[in-house]
């Protein structure tokens, strides 16, 4: 079945980065589009990234774009999010996503999520 395993989480101070991994199994992940989405606290989870097959096409949420880069690496089956920039509103537990439809995923719609990895950025 489809297994996805987040890392990378941690603390870290604003303006600070971080480097999310999530290494996947259990489906042909060069045919699938990948992401990530995020919930803070109280609040509902919402799309952050996401990455096309090849990795050409790659969508943002607003108020990432320019701060956050989406990629992956087809060999080792892992979708990677770079973090720049970070600031105390970004502070959320992250997952990993995945889709062979690109709609679906961003549409928060795909059925598998990773457990999540914690992010947490102190002012």
């Known amino acids: 079945q489809v297994q996805l395993v987040e890392s990378g989480g941690g603390l870290v101070q604003a303006g600070g980065s971080l480097n999310l991994s999530c290494a996947a199994s259990?489906?042909?992940?060069?045919?699938?589009?990948m992401g990530w989405f995020r919930q803070a606290p109280g609040k509902e989870r919402e799309f952050v990234a996401a990455i096309g097959l090849n990795g050409d096409n790659t969508y943002y949420k607003a108020a990432v774009k320019g701060r956050f880069a989406i990629s992956r690496d087809n060999a080792k089956s892992t979708v990677y999010l770079h973090m720049n920039s970070l600031q105390p509103e970004d502070t959320a537990v992250y997952y990993c996503n995945a889709d062979p439809q690109t709609r679906i995923l961003v549409a928060g719609k795909a059925p598998n999520w990773g457990q999540g990895t914690q992010v947490t950025v102190s002012s």
């Open positions: 259990g489906f042909t992940f060069r045919t699938w589009t």
